[in-house]
């Protein structure tokens, strides 16, 4: 009888250890999802109150991250670098991206078309259309 539970908890511990390994050989388990920003915004933040048109992108851009679309910002003088990376060469610039990460629109400085063509694209990215 002894010898019967022994084998028991020997095949219990087996199957465990099995599962344990698919579990964490799974391809979720081992690579963390990335979260890609949707939209990139390079602008002078200390603007962000600023009645200009800069402030107002900037103001956008965070009520549309407030809705949960993922976003960074990079301010050029802080980040000379990560505006590089993003080949800002006006600021403000604005990248929206695909859910794949790649640039599907750029909107650069603030005019009031580009302020305009921004707003309708952001009502996109909130779900208002």
């Not at 915004?41 to 900037?58: M, P």
């Not at 859910?99 to 921004?118: K, P």
């Amino acid at each position: 009888m002894t010898r019967r539970w022994i084998g028991v908890a020997i095949l219990a511990t087996g199957l465990l250890i099995v599962v344990a390994k698919v579990r964490l050989s799974s391809p979720s388990a081992q690579t963390p999802q990335v979260v890609r920003p949707r939209i990139v915004l390079v602008a002078d933040l200390g603007e962000a109150e600023d009645e200009g048109g800069c402030g107002k992108i900037i103001r956008m851009v965070r009520a549309t991250a407030g809705r949960g679309v993922p976003t960074i910002e990079i301010d050029p003088e802080k980040s000379p670098d990560d505006a590089k990376k993003y080949k800002a060469l006006l600021i403000p610039t604005v990248i929206v991206t695909s859910e794949m990460g790649e640039e599907s629109q750029r909107y650069q400085g603030e005019s009031a078309e580009t302020i305009r063509r921004l707003e309708e694209e952001l009502d996109k990215l909130r779900g208002k259309t």
